[in-house]
């Protein structure tokens, strides 16, 4: 069964600094990846995908993501983190039939100044 | 574009009331549609999605129900909520096209007391 990890559950950073969330997919076919953010109260807001092609995805909000098949990971990243930055983002991989996704249970990020 | 409107935006019910929570989709025909829930610190949990009119598939047994009586429209229930139903509740909605991104409504605040 397809399956999502985030190991960071919470992660601090200053502003300004460089970011790097982590997520690794078990996934027994080619899978197609995505990353989404949420802030408090709201829906999830979708950062960037991957689905064939170039492994490494421009995203909206200045993030970019890496596909590593052989590590089975999708790390979201970004060089120069904003205070707007801070929100919950999800990992998720697409499931097969009726295009379900399977998310990860999600990284909290906090910006300092 | 495709417009997500999820009703009410915050809801507290007591515990055995029933409940009742629309979504309906603006602007795509023929969607999945789906519905999540999020328990306070954990991913995204989906209950049940549905590939057409009166078509639901349910992905974990629980106190509520589904349905589409109409294309664009879901409709989550419960007969008597349970205090462990109390979460934020996202609907979303995909193309048909596999494993396109989902798109994600507001969500409903609901808290069983």
């Known amino acids: 069964a397809q399956s999502v990890t985030q190991p960071d559950i919470h992660i601090t950073v200053s502003e300004g600094a460089s970011l790097e969330l982590r997520c690794n997919y078990s996934y027994g076919a080619t899978p197609y990846l995505f990353w989404y953010v949420q802030s408090p109260g709201q829906g999830l807001q979708l950062l960037l995908k991957?689905?064939?092609?170039?492994?490494l995805v421009q995203g909206i909000k200045g993030f970019e993501a890496e596909f590593k098949r052989s590590q089975s990971s999708f790390n979201l990243r970004k060089p120069s983190v904003h205070w707007s930055d801070a929100a919950e983002y999800f990992c998720?991989?697409?499931?097969?039939?009726?295009?379900?996704?399977?998310f990860g249970a999600g990284t909290i990020l906090r910006v300092k100044s | 574009s495709q417009t997500i409107h999820q009703w009410p935006a915050t809801l507290v019910q007591p515990v055995g009331s029933p409940l009742s929570l629309e979504c309906t989709v603006e602007?795509?025909?023929?969607?999945?549609l789906y519905w999540y829930r999020q328990a306070a610190g954990r991913g995204l949990q989906l209950l049940f999605y549905?590939?057409?009119?009166?078509?639901i598939s349910s992905e974990v047994p629980q106190n509520l129900s589904a349905s589409r009586p109409q294309d664009r429209q879901f409709i989550l229930s419960s007969k008597k909520l349970l205090l462990s139903d109390s979460g934020f509740y996202l609907c979303?909605?995909?193309?048909?096209?596999?494993?396109?991104?989902?798109?994600f409504g507001q969500g409903t605040r609901l808290t069983v007391v």
């Open positions: 998720a991989v697409g499931a097969g039939y009726g295009n379900k996704l399977v």
């Open positions: 602007g795509t025909s023929n969607p999945n």
């Open positions: 549905s590939v057409g009119i009166g078509q």
């Open positions: 979303a909605i995909q193309g048909r096209r596999l494993n396109t991104e989902a798109f």
């Open positions: 991957y689905f064939s092609g170039d492994t």
